[in-house]
């Protein structure tokens, strides 16, 4: 197996050199960044596994690159670090994106541990598709399109883009709303009630000019949720 790359974006020095001898030791290589600015250009262009993020940094905040990066790699694992301790910037993280988070001072223990429990679920993680085809044209994820037989274009949100490349991705399986709450918006769907999910659902039906009435593209699941339908083979 390749060895795994992070990326440490932590401003003090003694810190961000204990974090990296430490991920050393335990066998993965490792990338720097000591400011904001230079911590968000090497998440979004570096090719790296996992990312650990400080939260206050000079030049851009790690809320910031957080929310900066999950527009332009909504699969790459991040955690957050943090010195507050507050529930509300642990919340916030989260909201935007963050698979885990950890508070400091912190046991090395504790940080190589939930570095492997995160890498360990990014396989969940959907691929990053390009192109995925339908009957009556194609999604192009990368352009955020959806581009019809007849030549006509639909624009995409990020949002609807990563709702869609999760169900393509496990094209011909019913996930349920809160596997999609858990896995595209990141939250807890534990105490969740809410009709977003119907209301994406709703408009990329429409988008893909698919029948609401009968949809032969995002298909509903009575009991179980919704399914992207497994007609066609997915582009890459």
Not at 18 to 30: K, N, R
Not at 42 to 66: E, F, H, K, N, Y
Not at 184 to 207: C, E, N, Q, S
Request: proline share 4%.
């Amino acid at each position: 197996m390749a060895q795994r790359r992070i990326l440490v974006v932590e401003d003090d020095a003694a810190i961000r050199q204990g974090i990296v001898d430490a991920l050393q030791f335990d066998g993965y290589a490792t990338l720097e960044a000591a400011n904001g600015d230079v911590g968000l250009d090497m998440a979004r262009s570096v090719d790296c596994d996992l990312v650990l993020l400080d939260l206050v940094l000079p030049g851009q905040d790690g809320l910031s690159i957080l929310r900066e990066v999950r527009g332009t790699r909504p699969t790459l694992p991040i955690i957050i670090l943090t010195a507050r301790g507050e529930e509300q910037d642990r919340v916030q993280g989260l909201k935007l994106g963050a698979d885990d988070y950890v508070v400091k001072p912190f046991r090395v223990a504790e940080l190589l541990a939930r570095v492997e429990a995160v890498l360990r679920r990014s396989p969940e993680r959907p691929a990053d598709l390009k192109l995925v085809p339908f009957a009556g044209g194609v999604i192009d994820l990368a352009r955020n399109e959806i581009r019809f037989e007849n030549n006509d274009r639909c624009e995409l949100s990020e949002r609807e883009v990563e709702l869609l490349r999760y169900l393509a991705c496990n094209n011909g399986r019913a996930i349920s709303r809160d596997e999609i709450l858990s896995r595209v918006w990141r939250l807890d769907p534990i105490g969740i009630a809410t009709r977003t999910i119907d209301m994406h659902i709703a408009r990329l039906r429409d988008k893909l000019h698919d029948d609401c009435e009968n949809p032969r593209i995002i298909l509903t699941v009575r009991g179980k949720g919704y399914m992207f339908a497994d007609h066609r083979e997915s582009g890459s």
